[in-house]
């Protein structure tokens, strides 16, 4: 007889064979993480990055919306600058009406205001820029007069009268005193009256680029981005009235300076600093800006971009073009 014998199978897995799978998931594990930990690091960069971009394209598309508009003042046409160069915080119907004349108006250092001085990061621009507003008071839309200063210029025409129309005006924060007529000439219809505009921009000591807005007789600041540390403006100067750049000026500190009527282009330049630090970096780089050369001394793990931006003063160089 036959005897049958059967062989026993192993079932399962042997330690060793544990032992491998464990060893092999940990690498493959080991390997996703650090896929993952630099994927982190590099969309938290990117993050950072497109941050930092944004604050700078806003800031640069406002100051710029300024720039070209700078001297617009409504249906009055070109003004002549006085002899006396006005100071960069208008505050007076007067005064307003001599910052006509200088539409573009930079420097650096305190600037006296009301209620009170501007303060500008040491070593840095400041730029104040005038106009009018782009609508008429009372058009939809335009906010109310409230007590700010507006500027209304005749167009009614009148043979036996002295003040001409398009070249006599007004400028006043009260509004009721604005009664120039439009060209019907009929005492009902008055010419349109546009608020007056004055904006300084400047960076102060916290690295924060500032707005302040002339309202009523003062001057109200407000913040528009962070951690921007340096902020230089460069002049076009058209010496020869055909409303083409024939040289350049910068840094130009003298408040006696009497270039600014001659002013047909501003090139912006701005340093901004990153909101967080990147780990790992430092920054060893030497900026140049404007001429001038230019070493971050703290925030050396922040990244830092310098952005540049040419701006024409359109109604300025407008008017000086020659046929």
């Known amino acids: 007889m036959t005897t049958l014998r059967y062989r026993r199978r192993n079932l399962g897995l042997g330690l060793i064979e544990i032992m491998i799978a464990l060893g092999l998931g940990a690498i493959i594990m080991l390997g996703v993480t650090e896929i993952a930990t630099q994927n982190s690091a590099t969309r938290n960069e990117i993050e950072r990055f497109g941050r ?3 604050s700078a394209i806003f800031a640069m598309g406002t100051i710029e919306r300024d720039v070209v ?14 002899g006396t160069i006005p100071p960069v915080c208008v505050d007076s119907a007067v005064e307003l009406e001599e910052a006509m004349g200088y539409p573009i108006q930079g420097g650096q250092g305190a600037i006296a205001c009301t209620p009170a001085n501007l303060q500008p990061k040491a070593n840095t621009d400041y730029v104040a820029i005038r106009r009018v507003s782009s ?26 009268s002295l003040n001409k129309p398009g070249d006599h005006f007004l400028i006043d924060n009260d509004v009721a005193a604005l009664d120039l007529e439009k060209r019907e000439c009929d005492g009902v ?6 608020r007056f505009l004055n904006r300084i921009y400047y960076v102060n ?31 076009g100067l058209d010496t020869d009235g055909d409303g083409q750049v024939d040289g350049y000026a910068s840094n130009i500190a003298s408040p006696n300076d009497l270039i600014w009527p001659q002013v047909v282009m501003v090139r ?10 990147s780990p790992g970096f430092t920054d060893t780089r030497t900026y140049t800006v404007g001429g001038q050369s230019y070493t971050p001394a703290t925030f050396t793990s922040h990244r830092r971009q310098l952005y540049t931006r040419t701006m024409f003063t359109r109604n300025i160089a407008g008017r000086r073009e020659v046929p």
């Open 52 to 54: 930092q971009m944004e």
């Open 69 to 82: 508009s700078a001297a617009f003042w409504g249906e009055k046409g070109e003004v002549t600058p006085g």
């Open 135 to 160: 609508c008429a008071l009372g058009s939809p839309g335009c906010p109310v007069a409230g007590s700010n200063f507006h500027l209304q210029v005749l167009a009614c025409f009148e043979q036996d």
């Open 189 to 194: 219809n008055i010419a349109p009256r546009y």
């Open 205 to 235: 000591a916290d690295d924060k680029l500032m707005r302040a807005e002339l309202e009523g007789s003062s001057y109200v600041e407000q913040e528009m981005i962070e951690n921007v540390e340096l902020l230089r403006f460069e002049y």
């Open 268 to 277: 912006l330049s701005m340093i901004v600093r990153s909101h967080q630090p």
